[in-house]
Structure formats: C-alpha cells, structure tokens
Nanobody, 114 residues
C-alpha cells in the first residue's frame, strides 16, 4: 500500500489550495483518513480526519477554513483549504488507518507567504 499526497505549493495569504491523497495497492474503505502537518518548530499535528461514514473532525485552528472529503471508490482523500494564513505553512501528510495499520504519504509542502 502506498499513499501519494499532492497539491501543495506556494500561495498568498487568503488564498486556497486543494490537497489530494491517493492510495494504491490493496486498501479498500480505510477506517479513518486524516491530514496532519508538521513544521521544524512543532510536532506533527492533526489537521482533520474523516471516518468511513463521512463524519469529519477538525483542529480548532482550521475549523471553518478547511473541508476534508473522501472518495472511497477512488481510494482518495482531499483537503480543501481556504483563507490560508502564514501559520498554515507546513508539510502536510496524509494517513490512512486500514485494518489496524497506519499508512503514511510522503508529505506535500504548503507555503503561505506574500
């Protein structure tokens, strides 16, 4: 099983980005899919996650600005990020929980700067 994260880049404050995380291999209907982020100054932290029935959970810092979604048929997860702030700058990682095992993507860098 491999996860491929994409969609990061440089964006100005107030801008938007859409991250994607696509799984390959024998993984179907991951129990939980989540986005995490990490900076050199902070430990990896949860941004948002979504369970198999579509219920989502968000960090307080991104509530109202981000929307997580999943497409089980495509084994893909998305994170729409709006009203981005400089403090959102980080490497974003995706993680799938499947049959008790965590699978991580390689990370995609989001830089919010003018």
């Amino acid at each position: 099983v491999q996860l491929q994260a994409s969609g990061g880049g440089l964006v100005q404050p107030g801008g938007s980005l859409r991250l994607s995380c696509a799984a390959s291999g024998r993984i179907f209907g991951a129990t939980v899919m989540g986005w995490y982020r990490q900076t050199p100054e902070k430990q990896r932290e949860l941004v948002a996650d979504i369970i198999s029935n579509g219920a989502a959970n968000y960090a307080d810092s991104v509530k109202g600005r981000c929307t997580i979604a999943r497409d089980n048929s495509k084994k893909t997860m998305y994170l729409q990020m709006n009203s981005l702030k400089p403090e959102d700058t980080a490497v974003y990682y995706c993680k799938f929980l499947f049959r008790g095992d965590d699978y991580w993507g390689q990370g995609t860098l989001v830089t919010v700067s003018s």
